[in-house]
């Protein structure tokens, strides 16, 4: 099934009910927000644009996007979203290596790849000629996809190499919605979606299921994420729903404690794409309230791998509380969940391993990669690449990245540990553990550590609190203060970078 089929049923159900915002200005309806990318999909197919044909999308959040998206959709094609923070000329790869037929860009990012060069002709979405596509005589069916067809070409952030197209089809993104409504969240009509996040990556992912329950798509006149902003679309609409990265929601309690906001009108945030710390989501719901989700994913499984959901996540009476905060949850409904030894043999509940994963929502592949592909699915399991464990009820917890762990004498240090102990010191703001080559042990544990605001926490106050709280062997022989951590678009932290920072202080 094609996915522009719930555009469609929606807006023949309900025409007259808001779709797309711009901040609080209403700029469409279903039935107009369907007639838009329908008419933008008769466009493209006059254009030669056919199913199957990559379309990229480099676009900042704004509600054009969406009309571009299921116009694409409509046709048969596949849209190709690329980070709106990227340099041109890292979207200009992009645009060659998946093949791009067209794109649409907002008109800085236009001016950019016209800078760069890229032989894909691109369509500037302030130009008359986009007002056009969205009057053209409009694309009267829906053109059908099959579940194993490609939706939508997903780049990964390329943190470790150039990024790696990972191939996601209609039918991973059925299932991954459908899983939302099972197992992350329901969605209401009366609902509304906050897009504060890039829409190239899970907020993006993420508006499938309101377009389903025919809900309403806000854009924040800024562009991007601004806590006080947030807070009175909120306040505005009355039951809002974000997705966020746990920097976000760590910026979001910011904000509300200075400011005294108490985020009303935030019905959910679900946070995911990198570690929340215990200490972070704590201070979060004792200041907002169960309004918080966790769920882990990745690109090749996206946001439906588990979820760890609202009540456990502001349950404080169960006796192991503290430990299934710790974790990402349970398995999502469409996927098994295995944690395997170095053979990819199943190990035992508590025991470490790499985290594997099978099930309709992983991807089949990436885009022209056959060894990539060969090396990541392994009999039908997509190896992660992460590090973690499943306890006797199934809560899975993250370790980290195999590439971070850290062997010091033999003996496995998982960063994650080290942090989530620094982070409860009231001192720290963030911190990220890393490796350092040591001849007689091969590592050390290192920390780089962001004081917190007013904060004048030293070496002696930090080690002090890890002898109180993790084994002597895993607490950092170091540890260096930064101003900031060094992350990629999606507030990850690049630890390839504070290794090189490593390599670059020993080489002095």
Request: hydrophobic share 45%; charged share 20%; proline share 6%.
């Amino acid at each position: 099934m094609n996915l522009a089929n719930w555009l469609q049923r929606t807006a023949v159900k309900t025409p007259d009910r808001p779709a797309l915002f711009l901040g609080t200005e209403l700029l469409a309806d279903y039935g107009a927000f369907d007639a838009r990318a329908a008419s933008v999909a008769a466009a493209l197919k006059a254009r030669g644009v056919g199913p199957g044909d990559r379309v990229a999308i480099f676009m900042k959040n704004l509600p054009d996007y969406m009309i571009v998206e299921y116009g694409v959709w409509y046709l048969g094609a596949v849209i190709v979203p690329i980070n709106a923070k990227l340099h041109a000329r890292e979207a200009a790869w992009i645009i060659e290596d998946s093949g791009a037929t067209i794109a649409f860009a907002t008109p800085d990012a236009a001016a950019e790849l016209a800078l760069v060069g890229t032989d894909c002709p691109v369509i500037d979405v302030s130009s008359g000629e986009f007002a056009q596509m969205q009057q053209a005589p409009r694309l009267v069916a829906v053109t059908p996809r099959a579940p194993e067809d490609m939706a939508w070409l997903f780049y990964t952030s390329g943190t470790t190499g150039k990024p790696k197209g990972v191939i996601i089809t209609h039918g991973m993104l059925v299932g991954m919605a459908l899983c939302y409504f099972a197992d992350v969240d329901p969605v209401r009509p009366e609902d509304c979606a906050i897009y504060a996040a890039p829409m190239s990556h899970a907020a993006g992912i993420y508006n499938l299921m309101h377009v389903l329950a025919g809900c309403s798509h806000v854009f924040p006149p800024s562009g991007g994420f601004d806590g006080r902003e947030i807070f009175d679309l909120a306040r505005h609409y009355g039951s809002a729903h974000l997705f966020a990265a746990p920097t976000m929601v760590q910026r979001l309690t910011q904000d509300a404690k200075e400011t005294g906001e108490t985020g009303e009108g935030l019905r959910t945030i679900v946070y995911g794409g990198g570690p929340m710390y215990v200490a972070d989501i704590v201070e979060a719901v004792d200041h907002f309230g169960p309004i918080f989700v966790q769920i882990y994913g990745q690109g090749e499984c996206p946001m439906a791998i588990s979820v760890l959901p609202r009540g456990d996540v502001a349950d404080r009476t169960h006796p192991n509380w503290r430990e299934r905060l710790t974790s990402v949850g349970r398995a999502q409904s469409m996927v098994e969940i295995i944690i395997g030894d170095s053979d990819g043999a199943p190990l035992p509940p508590g025991e470490t391993g790499e985290i594997m994963v099978r099930g309709d929502t992983v991807m089949p592949g990436y885009w022209n990669n056959p060894a990539a592909s060969e090396k990541t699915i392994v009999d039908g399991w997509l190896l992660t690449g992460d590090m973690g464990f499943l306890d006797a009820q199934g809560y899975l917890t993250l370790q980290d990245r195999s590439k971070d762990m850290i062997i010091s004498g033999g003996t496995n240090i998982y960063p994650r540990e080290v942090e989530e102990a620094l982070m409860f010191h009231d001192g720290v703001a963030e911190v990220s553990v890393v490796g350092r080559p040591e001849p007689e042990w091969g590592e050390d544990v290192v920390a780089f550590v962001v004081r917190a605001a007013g904060s004048n926490v030293d070496e002696a106050a930090l080690d002090a609190h890890c002898l109180d709280n993790i084994a002597r062997f895993k607490r950092p022989k170091a540890y260096f203060w930064v101003s900031e951590l060094p992350k990629n678009n999606y507030g990850k932290v690049l630890k390839t970078d504070l290794r090189k920072r490593l390599e670059e202080m020993s080489d002095e």
